[in-house]
Every structure is written in structure tokens, then in C-alpha cells.
């Protein structure tokens, strides 16, 4: 039976705070090669975006960026243009964002609030529910069927706080079997309630060798030494949901500036269970295969960066965006300067630090002559990721794919309540 996901919370903080005091770790069983070319080959991506980006559900960003009925972003996963909205009943749509006329966008703004979209070509008009709804000159045009005609739907499921979506119309999956209960731990941060506070993009190399930053604390004290210090952890523990991981520290040094962020439990370590609290419990980077990190942070309030990397058109191109989310917006303005001050900082540790050393790492490959590259046995999140991308890729069907989830463990790496001393 499937544990409770307050208990696992807990497990994993008392797991973690065990092996901080036995100033023990967990590894991987070996260091894994990877090949030279796992960053730029391009039959690699085309897979990658074929059976990863318009087969498995991926988040679109936070419930609280779409608050109100109207709302609508549009964003770019490769060559798909999309839109995704909230309708006037409140429900969360997501469409292909290409009048079904010819082929233009319905709409080029980045985001607003509207109760239609208007083609800028012939004037072709769609509901915010997708649906046709005027076509100019229809006199002229000649008979056709409008219900049959509105923009492409993909699934979208917000669960959690979170705005879930298979991004292809013709999909025949859903969404639920992919999260393997994930979604229920990470609902304890309450994000249904959260409000939305600002939201940062950049430009990016491959969505995976950008993405591979968030997966391990070995570089932090080396790449971010003067942004989160020398002192930092270079350590992690890894608990996974399928391709979905948790990780967080067994460094219990106190009061650190990467505290909530790279989840240090000192703050209850020396607390009876009773009085553990659910936020430093949370503390950590949680991770959403393929291509979402959430991570804590305490500016100005409680809140979290959700950071999601997006493959561009092409193998050496991604675009990373960076959700601010907060438990209550800022009531004063010192808070709110404290919240930017602290956006500000984590931007710049991902853009000119580990974006910085990703250009540098895909601009040396090609021409290295590298045969591999190596995970070590302390980078097991970055194994775990680049494994899954493997056998999501080597699934052919969906009938494979829906196995090979089907058979992944759920919260492993969690030890069972009697195998760790409280």
C-alpha cells in the first residue's frame, strides 16, 4: 500500500537528518558513461522530441499564472507554437496555436486576457473554449463545418497547483498515469492557493545539458562558490517517482543562504517529529521529468522558482523560464524588495553561472573528440535523468511506454518507517 504523502515527507526529512548526524551518504552502485555526443546529436533530439516533448506530459507552468478566466499565455516546445487558457467556466485548455484557415497564429501576444482570438490574416475568429465561431465573409467562403474546425485541443489536467499537459492532439494517453503520485506530495506545498509574482525567460544550449545543473549539488560550492559560497554541500540524496526526483542534503550545517533551497534540515534536526514543520520539510530541489525544477527560497516571504527549460527548434537551442511563486504576495514594499532581491540572485546563479557553463561544455564537444563523458557515483539524480531519457526514447509504441511506468518504483530511495532512527 502506497504510503501517505505527509508520512513520506517525513521519511525523506528523517532519512536525511540520520545520515547528517552519521555524517553518512548514499551513492550511486557505479559511475556512468554517457556518450560524447549526448548533447548534439540530432537524430538523438528528433527522438527526444517525438516520443519525449509530444508523448509524456509536461508542466506548463503554475495554476496561479492563469488565475482568472481569460487568461492566456502562448509559448513556444520546439517547433509547436501552443496557447494555453483558462475558459470562461474556469477550466484550463491548451491548443495548437494555428487558425485551422491557414495555418497562421491566432494570436502573437506572449500573454493577456481575452474572450476570443482574431487570425490577423482573414479574421477567422475562435472562443477562448477553441471553438469557431466566426468566419468573415462566410457568404463568399462556401459551406463548411465550423464545429469541426475549431483550434486543435490538447489534454490538460491541473493537479496540485500545476498546469499538466500531453502537448499532441491526436495523443490517445492520459495524463494520471505518468505521475506516479508525485503530484500528491508535491500538492502539500498548497500551490492551488499561491499567487503569482513574476516570471524571468533566457536563452539556452540543449535542453539537456541545461537541465543537468538543477540535478546535483556536486558543482555548487565549486561554479556558484561566490553566489552561495565555498561552504555550500556538495552533497545530495535522491528519492524518485519514476523519472520524478526529490533531493535534498544530509549537510546539516545551520543557517545557511541555501538553506530552503537545496533542503539542509538543521533547522529540525534537534526537534522532536511533533514539531517538524511541512515548510522545512519541503526545503530541496523537486524535479518533474522532463524538464521542470522547483526549489524553495525565502525572499520577502515563502515561495518557490519553478525553472522550466524547453527544447528550441533545434538540438543546440532551449529557453529557460523561471516562474516566481509565493505562499502571500509581499504586503509591504521592503518585502517585495526582498522578493526581487532574491529573484534577482537566482537568476543570476543560473544564467551567468551553470547557463554559462553549459555554452562553454556545447561549444568544446563537438570538437573534443571526447569519446564519453562521466556521472559520478555522487551525481545519481543526473544518472536517474539521463536513463529515463534513454528508455523513454527506446520506448516505441505507447503501449511500452505506458510498462515502462507502470513497473517504476514510487518513492524510492524513501527507507520504510522502522529502518531509520528517528
Not at 62 to 84: H, Q, R, W, Y
Not at 160 to 175: E, F, Q, R, Y
Not at 225 to 252: M, S, V
Amino acid at each position: 500500500m502506497t504510503r501517505e504523502p505527509l508520512e513520506l515527507l517525513k521519511s525523506m526529512a528523517r532519512h536525511a537528518i540520520g545520515l547528517g548526524h552519521r555524517q553518512s551518504m548514499e551513492y550511486a552502485d557505479a559511475v556512468m558513461a554517457l556518450p560524447g555526443d549526448t548533447y548534439s546529436n540530432e537524430g538523438q533530439f528528433a527522438l527526444e522530441m517525438e516520443r519525449i516533448f509530444a508523448r509524456l506530459p509536461i508542466i506548463l507552468g503554475p495554476s496561479c499564472e492563469l488565475a482568472n478566466p481569460g487568461d492566456f499565455k502562448t509559448m513556444k516546445i520546439g517547433k509547436a507554437s501552443i496557447i494555453v487558457a483558462r475558459d470562461k467556466t474556469g477550466r484550463m485548455r491548451g491548443y495548437i496555436n494555428a487558425c485551422r484557415h491557414r495555418g497562421v497564429k491566432v494570436t502573437q501576444e506572449k500573454c493577456g486576457n481575452a474572450s476570443r482570438f482574431v487570425c490577423p490574416f482573414h479574421g477567422w475568429t475562435f472562443g477562448i473554449d477553441g471553438k469557431l465561431i466566426g468566419i468573415s465573409a462566410r457568404e463568399d467562403f462556401g459551406e463548411i463545418d465550423k464545429a469541426a474546425l475549431g483550434l486543435r485541443e490538447f489534454p490538460v489536467l491541473e493537479k496540485a497547483g500545476l498546469i499538466w499537459a500531453i502537448v499532441n492532439p491526436d495523443t490517445k494517453l492520459s495524463i494520471e498515469p505518468f505521475l506516479k503520485g508525485y503530484d500528491d506530495v508535491l500538492a502539500l506545498f498548497g500551490f492551488a492557493e499561491w499567487k503569482f509574482f513574476s516570471k524571468r525567460s533566457f536563452q539556452c544550449p540543449n535542453w539537456k545539458l541545461s537541465f543537468d545543473g538543477y540535478l546535483e549539488y556536486y558543482h555548487v560550492p565549486v561554479l556558484h562558490g561566490e553566489t552561495f559560497g565555498r561552504d555550500t554541500t556538495n552533497r545530495a540524496l535522491y528519492y524518485t517517482w519514476g523519472p520524478h526526483q526529490h533531493i535534498k542534503t544530509p549537510d546539516l550545517t545551520p543557517d545557511h543562504v541555501a538553506t530552503e533551497t537545496l533542503g539542509y534540515m538543521a533547522r529540525i534536526a534537534h526537534l522532536a517529529e511533533a514539531e517538524w514543520d511541512l515548510e522545512t520539510m519541503s526545503y530541496g530541489v523537486w524535479t518533474v521529468f522532463p524538464c521542470i525544477s522547483i526549489a524553495s527560497f525565502g525572499g520577502g516571504g515563502r515561495g518557490v522558482m519553478i525553472s522550466q527549460v524547453l527544447p528550441g527548434e533545434t538540438v543546440g537551442e532551449s529557453t529557460t523560464y523561471q516562474y516566481y511563486i509565493m505562499e502571500n504576495l509581499p504586503e509591504t514594499q521592503e518585502l517585495a524588495d526582498s522578493a526581487e532581491a532574491q529573484f534577482a540572485f537566482l537568476q543570476e546563479v543560473v544564467e551567468r553561472e551553470d547557463i554559462a557553463m553549459a555554452y562553454s561544455a556545447q561549444d568544446t564537444l563537438p570538437g573534443s573528440r571526447i569519446e564519453n563523458l562521466y556521472l559520478g557515483r555522487n551525481e545519481l539524480g543526473n544518472q536517474n535523468f539521463h536513463s529515463w531519457v534513454a528508455k523513454v526514447v527506446a520506448a516505441e509504441d505507447d503501449a511500452a511506454l505506458l510498462r515502462l511506468f507502470e513497473d517504476a518504483p514510487v518513492a524510492h530511495g524513501v527507507p520504510p518507517i522502522a529502518s531509520v532512527a528517528a
